[in-house]
């Protein structure tokens, strides 16, 4: 049975920085392209970042760049994220999805590719 837990989240203030991991069992981790989505209540799902089987490549939207890092410890089964200089509009549940790829520059980007979620943490962020 394959999971994903999510955690981290939590209440911070504009300008703080939180660190999501999202942990993996039942499936051999290095095998998934790995990434954070994030959606607000009433919104699509959208995608924070994304990270190459090796980790070796990574993606970022606009809004994240400069301010988000993924990354990811094959040793551990665990991607993180790191975000520095929170934002009120950064205020959404976080989750972490996996694909598998034979191909380690694969950067899966739409909701759609993804085999596997986890549950989601809740990031809110206050002015």
């Known amino acids: 049975q394959v999971q994903l837990i999510e955690s981290g989240g939590g209440l911070v203030q504009a300008g703080d920085s939180l660190r999501l991991s999202c942990a993996a069992s039942?499936?051999?981790?290095?095998?998934?392209?790995m990434s954070w989505f994030r959606q607000v209540r009433g919104k699509e799902r959208e995608l924070v970042a994304s990270?190459?089987?090796?980790?070796?490549?990574?993606y970022y939207e606009d809004h994240v760049k400069g301010r988000f890092t993924i990354s990811r410890d094959n040793t551990k089964n665990t991607v993180y994220l790191q975000m520095n200089t929170l934002r009120p509009e950064d205020t959404a549940v976080y989750y972490c999805g996996a694909r598998i790829s034979s191909d380690a520059t694969y950067l899966p980007r739409t909701r759609a590719e993804y085999d596997y979620w986890g549950q989601g943490t809740q990031v809110t962020v206050s002015s």
């Open positions: 990270i190459t089987s090796t980790g070796t490549r990574t």
């Open positions: 039942g499936l051999t981790f290095r095998w998934y392209a």
